[in-house]
């Protein structure tokens, strides 16, 4: 496959997988300027594995992983991108249900009170991934997700409960 | 907000994201233009930088000795060179055998973790690299009491607010590893 074939093969498939990386990028950015930064550093390391993908494992494994390894461990701000392409997301923009906007308000505050890995688990349980699924992305065993999942849980519930 | 009602509100921003654009072709074709590295390339190209810059003071060694056949310190000057070199490729092939796609996250934080304890092992220990270096390339030369006071003055000057700002990282760094260390805990 030559390199534009590549890159239009590479452009479907993070098209058709931009809200995976978006909520990754959501759950860990400090704020708006921090999200097109990092979705960038995603789209960029996504592009770079991408040669060497075979298809061992679902597609929505292989970005979760890469997304949440540039997220947790392999970002940093600014000084990489002299250019950020802004993407194009407002979740401010819907007034008549402000309800809705303030609980994902306050979902945004009580996640980013979590720690990193923590942050991991509890996006990978709000995309209802399987407990197997988790494992195999987080490196934890399925016993130890569980056990995880809920004392980030309870932690989540301490804080809403403040 | 119960966990349902977490999960209501995660539901809440994926038919928001259904509904806007998020990303299309020209964006991402720009993404990929930009003259940017990712953080995991950038360091790598420090780092290769790094071992660049060993190759020409090796090779620069090695061309002194056949202008002037002077041996001397110079033997000692490219052991150390050559150390560094070891060093600087050991750095960069850690690095460059990162693939993120193959590491769990906790593996990916783990690999970075470490990275970031060889680079503050790094800071820490050259003044105990460079100092005894300095004694032994004056070894045999006239004795100035000058040349001691200005390399002791350089270290009291240069070495505590390099180590103050070290500290910080290295406190961050032990909290990332209890991170981890709690999170792989059964």
Redesign the interface.
């Given at each position: 496959m030559d390199r534009q074939e590549l890159?239009k093969a590479?452009?479907t498939l993070?098209?058709d997988n931009?809200?995976i990386?978006?909520?990754v990028c959501?759950v860990y950015a400090a704020d708006k300027d921090g999200l097109n930064d990092l979705?960038?550093?995603v789209?960029?390391?996504l592009?770079?594995?991408y040669p060497?993908?075979r298809g061992e494992c679902q597609v929505s494994t292989?970005i979760y992983?890469?997304s949440?390894?540039?997220c947790?461990?392999?970002?940093?701000k600014s000084?990489?991108?002299?250019?950020?392409?802004p993407?194009?997301?407002?979740?401010e923009a819907?007034p008549e249900?402000e309800s809705?906007t303030s609980?994902?308000r306050?979902?945004y505050r009580?996640i980013n009170c979590l720690?990193?890995?923590?942050r991991?688990l509890i996006l990978l349980w709000?995309e209802e991934k399987s407990y197997q699924e988790m494992a195999?992305?987080?490196?934890?065993?399925s016993?130890?997700v569980a056990?995880?999942l809920n004392r980030i849980?309870e932690k989540?519930?301490q804080m809403?409960n403040r | 907000m119960e966990l349902e009602e977490l999960k209501a509100s995660w539901n809440v921003l994926n038919e928001e994201l259904k509904k806007q654009t998020v990303l299309n072709r020209e964006m991402a074709m720009r993404m990929l233009r930009n003259k940017g590295e990712s953080a995991l390339s950038s360091l790598m190209l420090w780092e290769g930088f790094g071992v660049g810059v060993a190759v020409v003071l090796a090779l620069s060694g090695i061309l002194v000795y056949l202008l002037t056949h002077w041996l001397g310190q110079l033997l000692l000057g490219e052991f150390v060179v050559l150390l560094i070199l070891a060093w600087q490729l050991y750095k960069y092939c850690f690095l460059k055998n990162i693939r993120l796609e193959e590491l769990s996250v906790c593996d990916a934080f783990l690999r970075i973790n470490k990275y970031k304890k060889m680079l503050i092992g790094e800071i820490f220990s050259t003044p105990f690299i460079l100092v005894p270096w300095f004694f032994v390339l004056d070894w045999g030369q006239e004795f100035v009491w000058g040349k001691w006071i200005f390399m002791i003055i350089a270290c009291l000057i240069c070495v505590p607010p390099l180590y103050m700002y070290y500290w910080r990282r290295i406190a961050k760094l032990r909290q990332s590893l209890e991170e981890l260390k709690e999170f792989e805990a059964e």
């Open positions: 890159e590479f452009i993070v098209e931009k809200r990386i978006y909520k959501y979705y960038q550093e789209v960029i390391n592009w770079r594995a060497r993908f292989w992983r890469i949440l390894n540039t947790v461990s392999f970002y940093r000084k990489s991108h002299p250019e950020v392409v993407i194009s997301v407002d979740l819907f249900e809705k609980q994902l306050e979902l009580m720690k990193q890995l923590e991991a709000l195999e992305i987080t490196g934890l065993s016993n130890n056990v995880k849980k989540l519930k809403s | -």
